[in-house]
């Protein structure tokens, strides 16, 4: 009995003894997998905050475009009696297309939905919180993803005012762009960047249209929409034999010089992360832009003997809208071709084009962003390359050559195809909706109205008021 | 007396100012105008459209003097204003019948 329990006691003792270490390892390959967890997670969380900070600042950036940039760009280039009218043009999207955006406008361009247009499972932004939507951006809240894209519907109807400057209604180009942000800019922003869009090119769409920050759902979309507009309202009262130079070049100059800071955002924002491809996308732009100033300033020097201030800010805006699609899949070198052209062809629509044809496309919407936009969209097709952005993959997850110079000439198709379904979508919708305005608030100011300004008219108040001096 | 209504080019005011002084002139006022005489404006582009600008920025001088100084006046204005090119300007002459200082309602010469 006495040995029994004896013996019992030094088994224990033996099994305690040589399962104490067995014991203790297993708590800390229990210990390791949680610190491992943990910094896992802050590793998620590190990265979460670099690239937050990143698109907060990009949104930040694209809403300058807007207000003060393109206020201040188009404000320059009309007549004095309607500077605040066509300032106020830009300013009312930033108030008005936010609240749309809140209520419908995000779920109907990146809710699930059909390859035409999103659903309503966003609907007053529910659902869109703190967690990222990994189909998107895998690192940022999706709130931050919302706030940014809501950037690009501010300006997108914003830039076709360029083309009614001085002869629209208030409550008309109000009415209009309510409409057209639902009728045309949700179907094409679903269609190229949403969930089962049919062209869009990162989440397998049918017609892959590699369209980086917006050359078709922004610019072609907007200057096709303001080339029906110009036609459609017809030319400005004493157009083209009354001259209607700006009246304030260097408004303009200051604008412009805010869309270049803003376009970083806008593009190397797109990248929807702070990496290489930020930085890669912010290169592209800025020499995008340097070779398009150059190109409009040498083809405005040859032609008139002397480089405009006025040309070379031009240029500059046409060749950040043609680097726009490409920003993200085309190098450095690429870019400054796609610039230089842009510059150039830019400058032959706005010149040679537009006065050929006679429309009034008052401050060259359609000669800038829907040539420049259709220029850059097909350019694309051309000098997108995987070495900058491997897109394209095929089911082993084997990287696939991107655009023509990749051997992918398939592309350039693909890009037509994302370029006609922009330009048809804003030629029909833009007809319907000046109907519908038409029919209801109509379109147009009244003869007086024009001629005393819309400052006035629309507004009430004058941007340069003449005080007597005291 | 005699109003002198000088108009000149912008870059010779500051010339033609000093000069005055310098003969004793007291007081002009000046005006930025915009006109064409024989001088054809020039043209502008703007996003390939040429504006024609035909009626220039010019300087009008307006004096009133007593009738002795105006030979000297108008000598000191020519030689100043004078570049010898297009667009130089003229001088224009006029009588004027009476001047009053509002501040002491003095009137005539001695208001000048």
């Known amino acids: 009995m006495g040995t029994g329990r004896f013996a019992w006691m030094v088994l224990l003792s033996i099994i305690f003894i040589t399962s104490a270490p067995l014991l203790s390892a297993q708590t800390a390959a229990d210990n390791q997998a949680a610190r491992i967890a943990a910094l896992e997670q802050q590793v998620t969380d590190a990265r979460t905050s670099g690239d937050n900070a990143w698109m907060l600042t990009s949104a930040a950036l694209v809403l300058m475009m807007t207000g003060p940039g393109l206020a201040l760009f188009y404000g320059g280039l009309v007549r004095k009696k309607n500077v605040l009218a066509t300032m106020m043009q830009s300013f009312s999207m930033m108030a008005i297309i936010s609240i749309l955006w809140a209520l419908f406008g995000y779920s109907l361009c990146f809710g699930p939905g059909n390859s035409f247009i999103g659903g309503f499972h966003h609907l007053f932004l529910h659902g869109v919180g703190a967690q990222p939507d990994p189909d998107y951006a895998a690192t940022i809240p999706q709130q931050t993803f919302m706030i940014y894209q809501l950037m690009f519907a501010v300006i997108t109807p914003a830039l076709i005012t360029g083309a009614f400057a001085e002869r629209m209604k208030f409550s008309a180009m109000a009415l209009f762009m309510i409409l057209w942000s639902i009728i045309v800019y949700a179907p094409m922003a679903h269609m190229v960047w949403g969930k089962g869009g049919m062209l869009n090119a990162s989440l397998g769409g049918r017609f892959p249209t590699l369209d980086f920050a917006g050359g078709t759902v922004v610019h072609i979309t907007s200057g096709v929409s303001a080339l029906v507009c110009a036609l459609s309202l017809g030319k400005r009262l004493g157009y083209p034999k009354q001259p209607m130079p700006p009246h304030s070049v260097v408004l303009s100059f200051i604008g412009a010089c805010m869309l270049w800071v803003g376009w970083f955002g806008f593009n190397a924002g797109s990248a929807l992360a702070a990496g290489s491809l930020a930085t890669s996308a912010f290169i592209a732009t800025h020499f995008a832009a340097a070779a398009a100033v150059v190109g409009w300033s040498g083809a405005e020097w040859l032609r008139n003997g002397k480089p405009s201030a006025l040309g070379a800010i031009s240029g500059a805006v046409a060749g950040l809208v043609a680097v726009t699609p490409a920003a993200g899949f085309v190098g450095p070198m690429s870019a400054l071709v796609i610039g230089f052209v842009a510059g150039i062809v830019c400058y032959l629509m706005v010149v040679k084009v537009k006065a050929r044809f006679g429309y009034d496309d008052s401050l060259d919407a359609f000669g800038v962003h829907g040539a420049g936009g259709t220029l850059g969209a097909l350019l694309t097709g051309i000098f997108a390359t995987s070495s900058v952005n491997p897109i394209f993959k095929d089911a082993q997850g084997k990287t696939l050559a991107s655009g023509l110079i990749d051997g992918n000439a398939h592309q350039l198709l693909n890009q037509f195809v994302g370029v006609l379904m922009a330009w048809g979508l804003a030629v029909i919708g833009t007809l319907i909706i000046l109907k519908i305005v038409d029919l209801t608030v109509g379109v147009r100011v009244t003869k007086d109205d024009e001629i005393q300004g819309l400052d006035l008219s629309q507004h009430g108040e004058e941007g340069y008021y003449w005080e007597v001096p005291a | ?112």
Do not use: C, W
């Open chain 2, 1 to 112: 007396m005699t109003k002198i209504e000088a108009i000149i080019q912008n870059s010779r005011l500051d010339a033609v100012k000093d000069a005055l002084h310098e003969i004793g002139v007291e007081g002009m006022t000046v005006l930025e105008v915009r006109g064409h005489g024989r001088q054809k404006g020039h043209t502008e582009f703007y996003r390939g459209r040429e504006y024609t600008v035909d009626l220039i920025p010019k300087i009008k001088l307006e004096l009133v003097l007593p009738d002795k100084m105006v030979d000297q006046v108008i000598q000191t204005i020519t030689s100043a204003a004078r570049t010898g090119k297009i667009g130089d300007g003229k001088i224009f002459l006029s009588r004027i019948d009476d001047a009053i200082r509002i501040r002491n309602d003095e009137r005539g010469e001695g208001a000048l």
